[in-house]
């Protein structure tokens, strides 16, 4: 089964007045593995991402994810059948603690409504402690226990980008969806994200990846999908994409002019 | 959970136990109504503290659930339905507007129109006939009326200012920031013009001789004399219901998706939080808590006047919300307890509403995070707590005969 598709966009198109931003996009994403959209700046990496998790409507096409419709869903309803994302600009809930941004992000793990809230019923009680427990665990994975009380707007930049990611990975998701996680990371930082990334990925959950950081991204991904100009031009392995001479031409060339 | 969250709570139900006894001991029992007022008050406020401090959604528009479970507690109290119970239902067709003859802008609805509403107004009160739902009462000449029992009008209000802010919330509360404002505001004004404009809501006079709310045994709301104090502990505890309350919610997995909608209402949704739905809940709680507000305070002081239907009550509320600091229930209520009766007591004379409207302004320019600040505390405690430490170290080492030279001169040397 490892072959199996869990993310699908079938012919996604999207305007923002005259530009063509997403132009016919058509791939795939393997169950398991990790798929890398890499392509130079205002390629619609992120719009892409912006249509596959419901942000914004696409002029035309369709999004699968595990065999379902989910193009005309609202984001929350996406994300509660197992798809989290990450921002290229990170947005924490600033004025929150790094473990109440965590344990936000389990929201659709537990149930506690308004009434039961305010009467806080005993099973409410034992949700949230588990709720708690379980995010201090994940926070431990993260490497992020020492930040645990931490008022988010207070951290690191770095550190941001990894509570963001701990949250996304907080809903237990099935893919993840990072835009460009290593962006303004040292060397060292990055280093360890591409190990956090590998890791997550063991842990089950399918990874989609936009980075410009290259040599992360020819290091960690299974299949690299190349968009220019809102088209795909050119979808392999890493060592196919970094011989494909369309693709040195118009991205990894621009170096070298 | 944990007992320290209680605390706040705890010193409330002390504080509350204690100004009674300074207040009765001191023989200063007129103070009591207005205290009695401000805790009703506080009830809107902590609502719109959820809802603007946690959700960071704004209204505009409370004093217009204030209103609508004043007005409505008022009416189904006061007014006489014996005419719409006694009528048969050919009656009902007939001569309807015997039905809505005390709503003036009935006369704008074409009679078969009228004719049909007239069948659920019948339904509903006939059905409430049926459930023992009115007592009879006086009118002001002494005549024999039967009106709503103030339980079943309880529900009925309540039911109502609900009903509306679902209708209300759910096309506005897609609006953001001042548009949101904007919408909400002209719903206060809607509010506040129906009442002016109907008969049924006493027009400009307002309706006054709404009776006491027999609760249990000798506990009744009203504005008596002799049942101060008692109401001074009734309306004590019901704010101190809501607040536990609030607590509760702004403490769980819903407070948590609040503040996240105000975090960054599209990262939210990326988590699968519906904001929709929740700031549409928390709209609802809030419009509930000033229509229960509307509701009791309406039997305590016996009558209600348009003034409460004000837009600049509604902005009043706002202030205090934001001088309190918005995201700190405990201090929203400080503020509105002491903003609230000093207001009632007549200190800010005919400046009154200027007074709130410049709490407004000077908040947001000079403490836009509102005047009492866990932070704010916190650095408080932080620093007594270093100076004492430095004091008890200095006294030790003074007693075994270490004499600290001052710091500043060792830096000359
Ligand atoms: N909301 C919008 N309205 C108008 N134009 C937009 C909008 N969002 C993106 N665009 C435009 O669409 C194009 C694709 O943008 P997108 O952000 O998807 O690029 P990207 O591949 O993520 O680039 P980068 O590497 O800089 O993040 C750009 O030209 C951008 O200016
Ligand atoms: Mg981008």
């Not at chain 1, 509570?163 to 290593?182: K, Y």
């Not at chain 2, 006489?80 to 009902?92: G, M």
């Not at chain 2, 019948?122 to 002001?140: E, Q």
Request: charged share 20%; hydrophobic share 50%.
């Amino acid at each position: 089964m490892s072959d199996a598709v869990i993310l699908e966009a079938q012919g996604l198109n999207k305007h923002f007045g005259g530009l063509h931003a997403v132009r016919d996009v058509w791939f795939s994403v393997q169950k398991g593995k990790i798929k890398s959209i890499i392509g130079p700046n205002g390629a619609g990496k992120t719009t892409l991402f912006n249509l596959l998790s419901g942000a914004i409507p696409a002029d035309s096409g369709r999004v699968m994810f595990k065999g379902e419709l989910i193009s005309s869903k609202k984001p929350y309803a996406i994300a509660a059948l197992g798809m989290a994302r990450t921002y290229q600009t990170t947005r924490l809930f600033e004025h929150m603690t790094v473990l109440e941004n965590i344990m936000a992000g389990r929201h659709i793990k537990t149930k506690a409504g308004f009434i039961a809230s305010a009467l806080r019923l005993p099973w409410t009680l034992r949700e949230e402690s588990d709720c708690k427990k379980k995010s201090r665990e994940l926070l431990t994975f993260f490497s992020l226990g020492e930040f645990i009380d931490e008022t988010a707007q207070n951290l690191a930049f770095g550190i941001k980008r990894k509570v963001e990611c701990a949250r996304a990975c907080a809903l237990e998701p099935d893919i993840l969806l990072l835009d460009e996680p290593a962006a303004g990371l040292n060397i060292y930082e990055t280093k360890e994200l591409s190990q956090l990334i590998c890791r997550i990925r063991d842990l089950g959950i399918t990874i989609l990846l936009v980075e410009h950081d290259m040599s992360m991204v020819m290091d960690i991904s299974d299949e690299i999908l190349v968009l220019n100009e809102g088209a795909v031009l050119a979808e392999g392995l890493p060592r196919e994409i970094q011989k494909n001479p369309d693709v040195i031409r118009v991205y990894l060339g621009e170096d070298e002019c | 959970m944990n007992i320290r969250q209680y605390l706040p709570a705890a010193v409330f139900l002390g504080a509350l136990v204690a100004v009674q006894l300074v207040i009765s001991l001191t023989g200063a029992a007129f103070y009591f109504t207005q205290i009695t007022m401000s805790f009703y008050y506080t009830i809107v406020v902590i609502g719109l503290c959820l809802l603007m401090g946690y959700a960071g959604q704004i209204s505009l528009g409370h004093a217009g659930f204030f209103s609508i479970g004043a007005y409505m507690q008022a009416m189904l109290t006061t007014h006489d339905f014996s005419s719409i119970i006694h009528s048969s239902w050919d009656e009902v067709f007939k001569n309807v507007s015997q039905i809505f003859g005390t709503v003036e802008w009935y006369e704008l609805i074409p009679e078969k129109i009228g004719a049909i509403l007239g069948i659920p107004v019948k339904l509903f009160v006939g059905l409430g006939d049926i459930f023992g739902m009115f007592v009879p009462g006086t009118d002001g000449f002494g005549n024999g009326i039967l009106s709503y029992a103030p339980s079943a009008a309880l529900f009925i209000s309540l039911l109502t200012a609900i009903g509306i802010a679902c209708l209300i919330g759910l096309p506005v509360l897609r609006l953001k920031g001042h548009y949101l404002a904007m919408a909400t505001l002209g719903f206060g004004i809607i509010i506040s013009t129906i009442v002016f404009g109907t008969k049924l809501f006493g027009e400009a006079d307002g309706i006054s001789r709404v009776p006491a709310f027999h609760l249990v045994g000798p506990l009744s709301i009203n504005g008596g004399m002799a049942d101060r104090t008692v109401n001074y502990y009734i309306a004590g505890i019901i704010l101190f219901i809501v607040l536990i309350v609030s607590m509760h919610i702004v403490a769980s997995r819903v407070g948590r998706a609040l503040r996240a909608i105000h975090g960054n209402e599209q990262a939210a949704g990326s988590l699968g939080i519906n904001a929709m739905r929740y700031k549409l809940g928390v709209f609802v709680l809030s419009a509930l808590f000033a229509a229960i507000a509307g509701v009791f305070l309406v039997h305590y002081n016996g009558s209600i006047g348009t003034s409460e239907t004000s837009v600049l009550k509604s902005v009043r509320y706002v202030s205090i919300v934001a001088a309190g600091g918005m995201d700190s229930i405990w201090g929203v209520v400080a503020m509105s307890m002491g903003l609230n009766f000093v207001s009632l007591r007549g200190y800010f004379g005919s400046f009154d509403e200027i007074f709130f409207a410049l709490i407004l302004v000077v908040t947001m320019l000079f403490l836009p995070r509102g005047l009492f600040r866990k932070e704010y505390l916190e650095v408080v405690i932080k620093k007594t707590r270093r100076l004492t430490r430095r004091m008890v170290l200095k006294r030790k080492l003074e007693k075994k005969g270490i004499v600290f030279a001052n710091k500043k001169k060792d830096d000359e040397k």
